[in-house]
């Protein structure tokens, strides 16, 4: 397969994707998962890991469609200005670490990793103060809610006017 680079324009990721998804085109671009403050609450959003890069697979060779696309700012080239091909392998070592987890730091689950220099990392992400987050199962099935603290190790959150708690695995980032 030909995959390649795109530049898009400043937060237009999902523009582009969208735009090269409709012509027929495979992107992937590595997110960061993360929570974020906002009126006091906390929820999760992605951002790029790449900065403004997607990778995009041309295999008809057709970059002025590509280009073309909304979102879309340019290809990247390589030394002689044609566009600069990357190897298979590294952007399906990146989508490996984005399906396994590796940039997501909302998920409450335990996270393994090998790093860079083949050490085996584990990160444990607990859901924090202020967060919102959907209820699983249980009398509060599917209630969106926002974490109020922790009572003897359960999340404590409000539920119908009412003090609730649950335990953290019966949660997720809404």
Known sequence: ???????????????????LSDLGYRAFWP????????????V????????RYLFVEIPDGNFWAVRNVNGIEAILTGDNNAPA??????VWRFRERYMRGEWDFVTNQTGEFINEA???????NPI?????IKIMEGEFADLITTVRGRKHGKLEFLANG???TT????????
């Open 128 to 132: 924090p103060n202020g967060a919102r």
């Open 162 to 164: 009412k003090w609730a």
């Open 85 to 90: 091909l990357v190897p298979e392998a590294i």
């Open 167 to 174: 335990r953290e695995g019966n949660a997720r980032a809404a």
């Open 44 to 51: 999760s959003k992605e951002y790029p890991i790449l900065g």
């Open 118 to 124: 083949g050490e085996l990392v584990t990160r444990r």
């Open 1 to 19: 397969m030909t995959w390649y680079v795109a530049i898009t324009n400043p937060n237009c990721h999902r523009r582009a994707e969208v735009g």
């Open 31 to 42: 997110k960061m998962r993360k929570w974020v403050s906002h009126a006091r609450t906390k």
